[in-house]
């Protein structure tokens, strides 16, 4: 039986590192979340027919698995929109468990009167100061990315000095226990409440622009909470699983802490995103409309199209509209290309997911890097819901907060075309300067509606490009 195990596990430890190799290109992801959900999959049943996990235990691991599929199958079925807070739901259930298993173990050790060696206790620590403030983090990230709780960033006197010696705290209750787990076995749950607050204190002053980023580093704290995990129950498969996790997440934090050109502590501690004043000029600034009609029109007669999708054009659910726009553009001559930004949306790959789902060929998708040379050579540019990734204080206003963040040169296509509700600040809380270029025109209005419009009026309209 011993055998089996093992060799469950080893192909599903194979299986979650194809999924990921597989996960990185468009046209190979579906088969690289079918090789995670196998992998996952022979996991447990690994699990499962381990004699000592199932002896006397049915019963539990089947109400467990009722439970599970009662919660799990409601949150499968969200909007693409909903994704990134379903996916900080998933952290914070992950980090919860890990959290669980180890106070679990914690007590079976010390109110069994078992030895704990100094490894196991460390690794106890880590699991369950990592998966507790993970489970809180991940509660707080996920209530700010539904708007259940403001999604700018929530600022308290003294945050920072705060947030550290709660750690401070936490990492010395761990090192007395470290030192004599059974002497100090009071101090445990002062270990867990820290680390549950310490969740809640690190996430409430950072803003909806960041949310992405700390998600993936909440994924990094979920995987090492597994790794540690998986030391203190003698669990190959968790330690390479965890790893595997919290490796990708910790990378995927630093790809877009470098798109949006900031530091992991500017990201954690700058309070990016407070809505500032604008000044005086600007404020008597107009900008330029235009009707859906004239978008048509201007698109229609042109050359090149970029588009460029952001978070409003996710909200609204516009990428079918936008996909009939493209359709239309194409069937007279117009070449048509999409810009992606990096951390355009709310999760890495957010554009990329909803133009995929309605069918925008994957070749026509194009990166900001590659895109930017020539943004010139546009006849019109097409934003869509987008407002940070666009913004050209970016480039030249030292005094901005996103000054140096590499962003899509929308400005420089001879026509801009911009759809917004209205003309509220982006995520980073700033008014965006494109807006009020002379060459751009604003089309007011929900993005699905627009779009809509837009592609009714190309519809209607006769002869080729």
Known sequence: MSLWIQLAYLVATALFIFSLKWMSDPKTARRGVLAGALGMGLAIVGTLIDPSVIAGNYKWIAIAVILGTIIGVPLSRVPLTAVPQRTALSHAF??????????????????GGHELNTFIMIALCAEVLLGYLTFTGSLMAAGKLQEVLPSRPILYKNQ??????LLVAAIACCGLLVYDPHRFSYLFPAVIVLALLFGVLLIIPIGGADMPTVIALLNSYAGLSAVAMGFVLNNKLLITAGALDGSSGLILSIIMCKAMNRSFTNVLFGAFGQVQQAAGEAEKRTVKSATPKDAADLMENANLVVVVPGYGM????????????????TKRGVSVKFAIHPVAGRMPG???VLLAESDIPYEDLVEMDEINPDMPQADVCLVIGANDVVNPAALHNDKSPIYGMPIINSHKAKAILAIKRSMNPGFAGIENELYYDDKTLMIFGDAKAVTGEIAKALAGETGGH
Not at 160 to 165: E, K, T, V
């Open 94 to 111: 992950g980090g919860f468990a890990a959290g669980l298993v180890g106070t679990a173990k914690f007590y079976y050790y010390v109110q």
């Open 160 to 165: 920072n000095l705060i947030n550290f010696l």
């Open 314 to 329: 996710a909200v609204a659910q516009a990428q079918h509209r936008v996909r009939e726009i493209y359709d239309h553009l």
């Open 350 to 352: 957010h554009m990329n």
